[in-house]
């Protein structure tokens, strides 16, 4: 059904119109408004075009460089011949927010100052902040948490200015990545504290990062090995060889939630290797797993020409070996010290404790080395010695991690894959396959 608005009731020299049509017949619609123009004096501003399968709307903001209407009643033709929807709004009258007659919830902070953007893309608001939002289940995003995610939204005056699907289409919804405009008065830290209890009770991440220049073009990835890239907590498996896993496994455990001070429980684990073959450390690589998607990541970040490090608080030998198998550049952990005849360990170590401060140190020593800045840099992990280093890099990601770490992390994954840090940079499924083959 053809649907045709008036012309703008002022339309003259040097007027702005925003011009839209919308219709079932793709290209076409975008033809029609382009052939039109081409006859008439104007300039073309700003343009931007939406598909849903045959269904285009395509906008264009256009200045009038004459008086003559005329290019009002061709566009009107062509929208009748096309079956299509036109529509104009002179941009100065937009200066005016439309009313909400049905409010659900109370609104923070105020509507903000209406300002024409640069941008038709962009919501109408001055005093923004861009952020970008990615948003995952491997079982799917359900309407229900959809619908929190958007009343969440609009709770805190946040507009939605572009939503991509970034899983493979086909199949049930479970990637996202939202544009989001926010009032730059918005309390960031009690907005991350609401987004971390919303994706909690939904069981679906969402990672708020600024989507700058910084967000793709990041350079460096630091991992953190044990229980990240690796499945396993490489201490509790030499000492399961030791005989003391029970002993180790629970003093790790409360490391982990930041019950313990790094150094002092890793002191405590360490005595009680005391006297163990240094041979336990072959034994421990072959039964080490890495996590799903390990390989894939690590192979598509070289591919993109990211530099790659695990900084570990286990111990440099397991360290150097993952190194090897991923095709990393940098390793940095912990030297188990060895007896004289350098065949049993001793119980200590040797050299820098590799803690929670030192992995952050390490990082910006790395990020240094290979003249980036900490915007440009990605890290991953899992435990309460790995927030330093979350906290110091661009993009930090708590993976499958404690829930101690989650809360105090900036990002969150909790997916089976690694391949979905990918995801929080904004790449589709499309992009990864793409990565996956070889050339």
Known sequence: MTTIASPPPKAMLDQKVLVSMAGPHGTDIVGAVLECLAKHPCDINDCMLSRLYHHV????????????SAIFTDLAEAAAKWD?????????????????????????????????????????????????????????????????????????????????????????????DFRLSVPNTVDMNQLRTDLFELSASHGTDIALQPDDVFRKNKRLVVFDMDSTLIRQEVIDEIARHAGVVD???????????????????LRRRVALLNGTSVDVLEK?????????????????LKKLGFKLAVIS??????????????????????????????????GE??????????????????????????KQVIAVGDGAND?????????????????????????????????????????????????????
């Open 57 to 68: 709307t395509f906008g264009v903001l256009i200045t009038l460089k004459t008086n003559d």
């Open 84 to 176: 299509a929807t036109l529509t104009y709004d002179v941009p100065d009258t937009q200066a005016t927010e439309p009313p909400v007659r049905h409010e659900q919830a109370p609104r923070i902070g105020p509507k903000g100052d209406i300002h024409i953007p640069l941008s038709l893309e962009e919501a109408p608001y001055s005093n923004r902040i861009k952020y970008a939002a990615s948003i995952l289940n491997q079982n799917g995003l359900q309407p229900a948490f959809l619908n929190d995610w958007t009343q969440f939204c609009l709770r805190y005056r946040i507009s939605v200015e572009k939503l991509s699907r970034l899983n493979k289409g086909g199949s049930m919804l479970s990637c996202a």
């Open 247 to 265: 002993q180790v496994a629970a003093i790790t455990e409360a490391a982990m939630n930041g019950e313990i001070d790094f150094k002092e429980s």
């Open 284 to 300: 421990v690589k072959a039964s080490l797993t890495f996590t799903e998607g390990a390989h894939f990541l690590c192979r598509a």
């Open 313 to 346: 608080g286990g111990f440099i030998p397991l360290a150097r070996y993952v190194k090897s198998e991923l095709n990393l550049d940098y390793a940095f952990a912990n030297q188990l010290k060895v007896s004289a005849d350098g065949k049993t360990f001793t």
């Open 349 to 374: 170590t040797t050299g820098p404790i590799v803690d929670g401060i030192r992995k952050a140190e390490l990082l910006d020593v790395i990020a240094q080395a290979e003249g980036v800045t900490p």
């Open 387 to 439: 927030l330093w280093m979350l906290n110091k890099a661009g993009l930090g990601i708590a993976f499958n991690a404690k829930p101690r770490v989650q809360e105090q992390a900036p990002s969150r994954i909790n997916q089976k894959s690694l391949v979905y840090v990918l995801t929080l940079l904004g790449f589709s499924d499309q992009d990864l396959e793409q990565l996956s083959s070889d050339y």
